[in-house]
């Protein structure tokens, strides 16, 4: 009875130890891609190289999902059941809530969009989970040498809920517009699937896609993310590498 009682103990003493997970729950700019689609990246990707040794990054972004299709689905419930009190979870969505010729997916930004997003947040706050809103990352939609918003009023419905719940926020939306449009289209256009023919192998006659990222953008899209929640000293920024152990990604 010992020599199971005590690998028991160890066992629930490594559980109640462990570092919180960060989870994240979002669209094709968050997820995860492999084989055919790389070099395509989301920025949850991105993340896993800002985050400490003990830390995961639970990447639950799906493409091609809005706020309502991710409930209907069951995506969001099945973050309910697997994350653990403590925990925190980056809630990224609108790229994809305003396609009003896909009914699974529409969600008007001042209706359906919102109130989704309430439910998320109140589901995640009663389970001990820490809910962080993030506005949906900028498109590379540039018109004659200018960004222009591609998501219409999703950002603001997003920083809306923030405020009327007092959840944290990460505005990506005016972070990515800042600095995209700081960096000019041609470099800015290195950070996503924008392929010149011949340039790898997966799209060998190249590709024009500004909305998602190649690998290399997810981790300077992520390192974003991290300067924001360190610059607002939201708890989650105890999870992140300090200063310095990762050279910031420019």
């Not at 570092?19 to 070099?39: C, D, E, F, Q, V």
């Not at 953008?217 to 300067?227: D, I, M, P, R, Y």
Request: hydrophobic share 40%.
């Amino acid at each position: 009875m010992k020599r199971l009682l005590i690998p028991m103990l160890l066992a629930c003493a490594s559980v109640l130890s462990a570092s919180p997970s960060i989870w994240i729950l979002g669209n094709s700019t968050t997820a995860r891609y492999n084989g055919k689609y790389l070099p395509r990246a989301g920025w949850g990707v991105g993340l896993e190289q800002w985050v400490k040794p003990d830390v995961r990054v639970e990447n639950y972004g799906r493409g091609g999902r809005s706020t309502k299709s991710y409930l209907d689905e069951g995506h969001f419930a099945l973050v309910l059941r697997r994350a653990r009190k403590g925990d925190f979870a980056f809630i990224q969505f609108g790229h994809n809530d305003g396609k009003k010729d896909i009914a699974r997916l529409y969600a008007p930004a001042d209706g359906a969009y919102r109130d989704n997003l309430r439910l998320m947040v109140s589901r995640l706050r009663e389970k001990g989970i820490q809910p962080i809103i993030v506005t949906p990352v900028s498109r590379c939609s540039f018109r004659d040498g200018k960004l222009y918003n591609s998501l219409s009023d999703y950002p603001e419905a997003a920083r809306t809920v923030a405020a009327e719940l007092q959840v944290p926020l990460i505005d990506l939306n005016a972070i990515s517009t800042e600095k995209l449009a700081g960096m000019g289209e041609e470099k800015a256009l290195k950070l996503y699937m924008v392929l010149g023919r011949g340039e790898h192998p997966n799209y060998p006659d190249g590709l024009n896609d500004r909305t998602h990222f190649r690998d290399s953008g997810a981790v300077v899209v992520a390192s974003w993310v991290v300067a924001a929640c360190r610059e607002q000293k939201l708890p989650v920024a105890e999870l992140f590498l300090e200063q310095g152990a990762l050279a910031e990604a420019k």
